[in-house]
């Protein structure tokens, strides 16, 4: 057999099996004879196979995929009977927690249309997701509590292109999307490998800082910003390469440009605007503004999108507080590019911003020991969800709250002070 098959003409080869490669020696750092469960749209078939060829090059025991079509999705919604949308596939779900809990590695292509459930009905859509969400949460808990080492990366996907670049020919549209991927990924310079090095280097510099700090607290001030949040008690700051719970170092998200860490869920306060767009889930929620009391939403709009924002607020308890809280300049490469990706992968590497719902365990210290009754009392956040959305620009300041009130200056003007 030949790999790969043939992929969109516009998709450099010779990058995607670069990609393929950081996927597997740098996303995740596969051992082996570690299993390896991917998951992908049927659109991203020619990366898959390059993964699943890097994977069993590194030594992987076993790779198992599982692929999503668009058309089978938009299939349910047009034809299934309605009590279909409170149901998940959960012993699916259940034998991914069980290969997670034997030592098997996660990885996630992304590329979804991200538009595509945007013309059905949003109450069926919210009701998917929340059984989804619950179905989940077996395997979910394996990988934000980073028992296993996981990785998404990303391929172009002809209906997220046409979505990205909707003024240009689909070939030309999913060029330009490959091209942006590959730069945000670093797989278009010569060693991809030694520049993920460097670029974790510089991230580890970041946290290191954050970590001396040991600040109580975050201000963001801004345009439609005045936002206090508190940080969780023994919070850790983390960016780039972590360490997994089963001691193998991992990039989880290709690209990245983000350090983040834990919020407290009761010492949030203020209001916040978004400063782009979120896409969830077929919709685009834009011009979200939310007030915080508490560490609870108790406002929230938007100017498009408004009622599947209040129903994603209405997931849980923990759904209307945060579990994270990241920084990332302005001057990322990302933002540069001036491309709104409708992607959170690539998106959140654009701006600093906060996410709603399920913290990270990852982002305490000595997280790997602690239980989630330690957790959840030094102020990490409980929900089915955790949906990231942006807050930063080159208008927005961020200083650094010491317990005793004084203030470091963080950001200023969305750069690093």
């Known amino acids: 057999m030949t790999y790969p098959a043939n992929s969109a003409p516009a998709v450099d080869p010779q990058k995607l099996d670069k990609l393929a490669e950081v996927a597997v020696r740098v996303g ?12 992908a749209p049927i ?35 047009h034809h299934a009977p309605d009590e279909s949308f409170d149901r998940a596939s959960d012993w699916l779900y259940e034998g991914m927690a069980k290969a997670y809990a034997n030592g098997a590695a996660r990885l996630a292509i992304a590329g979804d249309n991200p538009m595509l459930l945007s013309g059905e009905d949003p109450a069926k859509v919210a009701r998917a997701n929340k059984a989804n969400s619950m179905a989940y949460k077996p395997a979910l808990e394996k990988i934000a509590n980073f028992d296993i080492n996981w990785n998404i990366v990303s391929y172009p996907n002809p209906s997220w292109a046409r979505q990205v670049f909707p003024n240009d020919p689909e070939d030309v549209a999913v060029e330009k999307l490959a091209n942006a991927i590959f730069a945000a990924s670093r797989v278009d310079v010569a060693d991809p490998v030694a520049a993920w090095a460097a670029h974790n ?3 580890a510099r970041r946290s290191a800082w954050l970590n001396g700090e040991r600040f109580a607290a975050l201000h963001f001030k801004g345009p439609g910003t005045d936002l206090t949040v508190g940080l969780a008690d023994g919070h850790e700051w983390h960016g780039g390469a972590s360490t997994a719970k089963n001691g193998i170092t991992c990039n989880p ?59 994603v607020l209405d997931t849980d ?26 992607n959170t992968l690539f998106d959140e590497n654009a701006s600093c911003h906060i996410a709603l719902g399920q913290c990270y365990s990852k982002c305490f210290l000595n997280g790997a020991s602690l239980t989630p009754d330690q957790i959840r009392a030094q102020g990490g956040n409980e929900s089915l969800i955790h949906i990231d959305w942006m807050i930063g620009s080159d208008k927005v300041d961020i200083d650094g709250v010491r ?6 200056p963080v950001m200023r003007g969305g750069e690093w002070a």
Not at 403 to 408: P, Q, T
């Open 43 to 77: 659109a991203a078939l020619p990366l898959a196979r390059l993964i699943t060829k890097h994977a069993y090059m590194a030594g992987a025991g076993l790779v198992s995929t599982f692929y999503a079509d668009e058309e089978a999705t938009l299939a349910r919604y």
């Open 253 to 311: 998200n290709i690209p990245t440009e983000e350090v983040f860490t834990t919020p407290h869920a009761l010492r949030v306060e203020g209001h916040v605007s978004s400063t782009k767009p979120l896409s969830h889930q077929g919709t685009l929620i834009d011009d979200i503004q939310v007030r915080f009391e508490g560490g609870r939403i108790v406002e929230a709009k938007a100017s498009k999108g408004e009622a599947v924002l209040n129903k």
């Open 403 to 408: 317990a005793d009130g004084s203030r470091v």
């Open 28 to 39: 995740l750092q596969l051992q082996k004879g570690q299993d390896l469960v991917m998951t």
């Open 317 to 342: 308890e923990g759904a209307r507080r945060l579990g994270e809280v990241a920084l990332v300049p302005h001057s990322s490469p990302i933002s540069e590019s001036g491309i709104l990706f409708y």
């Open 201 to 203: 280097a510089g991230l």
